[in-house]
């Protein structure tokens, strides 16, 4: 046990002073795995974002139902309560007339010519029922309901969806898939790409000193001797490469914050993405060092079982 932990600091060890003497050849591959590391990173991230934002929006949908001033108490209750049966409801909100022209008020309280006009009138403004769906891009069933002609004859006027919030949705939705693809896209090409060139780094030193690895092996070094300096060698581009990107993107995140000032940026949400960052850091700090030793470690392993071939396996 003690002759193995000694062999296994010397395989640290050995691996360190790889990583220095090696250090200019190690640049492009730490240079790909930031890249490849900050594209994981940003993809999790702008994820999160555009399913908050999506969400967010999602809350404030309704479908606006507009009641005759004829109708009854006991029709607008009758109503209610079939409405609330109805499959993918999750709320039905009353909105009388009165509580109507004061939201109206509200919403219009810098357009005095508005509130004026409105003033010098009866109420024009219809009671209506507000109907929350669980989920606003399957609402078909409560739009059939609702055509039905015993329904419609208590309505003042054709039923209002929120058109624009569900056009928002389905272009956040669309921005999130594209991202999403382009995300798992340009991990996939980086990641080959840091492969390739770990795989030429890994190389290049086995070429430098293959008279040493050759007298080593002749004085008996194990296999796992010879190729673990290797190994330990890329695990540190790995971890390097983990700080630098998760350090990158809290300077940006950080910069945005304070350049804009604001909680958005076109689609992305900065402050939440800001606030997702800084909540999971820890995780995501350990998350990225965990790739940065898979991608490092894995194409050292595959790379040194390529280049580094013994017939014996001490």
């Excluded at 050849?25 to 594209?39: C, D, G, K």
């Excluded at 004829?70 to 909100?93: A, E, F, P």
């Excluded at 002609?149 to 309505?155: A, F, T, V």
Aim: aromatic share 10%.
């Amino acid at each position: 046990m003690k002759r193995q932990a000694i062999s296994f600091g010397r395989v640290l060890k050995a691996g360190l002073i790889n990583f220095v003497r090696n250090a200019w050849l190690a640049v492009a591959a730490i240079a790909v795995m930031v890249i490849t590391l900050t594209i994981v990173l940003f993809s999790v991230i702008a994820n999160a974002t555009f399913n908050n934002t999506i969400q967010q929006i999602t809350d404030k949908i309704d479908i606006s139902v507009y009641l005759t001033d004829s109708i009854s108490i006991q029709q607008r209750d009758d109503l209610v309560n079939q409405i609330k049966q109805l499959d993918n409801v999750k709320s039905v909100t009353y909105l009388s007339k009165a509580d109507a022209l004061e939201r109206y008020k509200a919403q219009n309280r810098d357009n005095l010519d508005l509130l004026l006009a409105i003033s010098q009138t009866d109420n024009p403004l219809p009671a209506s029922l507000q109907i929350k769906p669980y989920d606003p891009n399957n609402i078909e069933h409560i739009k059939n309901f609702l055509e039905k002609p015993e329904i419609k004859d208590l309505q003042s006027e054709q039923t209002s969806y929120s058109g624009d919030r569900k056009e928002a949705i389905d272009k956040i939705a669309a921005a999130t898939a594209f991202f999403r693809r382009a995300g798992i896209t340009g991990i996939a090409v980086f990641s080959v790409i840091s492969v390739l060139i770990i795989f030429n780094t890994i190389r290049m030193a086995i070429f430098n000193r293959r008279e040493e690895l050759n007298i080593m092996r002749l004085l008996g070094a194990s296999t796992w001797y010879i190729r673990g300096p290797f190994v330990v060698e890329t695990i540190f581009y790995g971890i390097i490469s983990a700080i630098i990107s998760v350090t990158l993107c809290n300077i940006l995140f950080v910069v945005q914050a304070q350049a804009f000032n604001a909680n958005s940026l076109g689609l992305l949400d900065i402050g939440f993405a800001s606030e997702y960052f800084a909540d999971r850091f820890w995780a995501i700090l350990a998350i990225q060092l965990s790739l940065g030793i898979l991608i490092g470690a894995a194409s050292s392993i595959v790379a040194t079982r390529r280049y580094l071939k013994f017939k014996s396996t001490k």
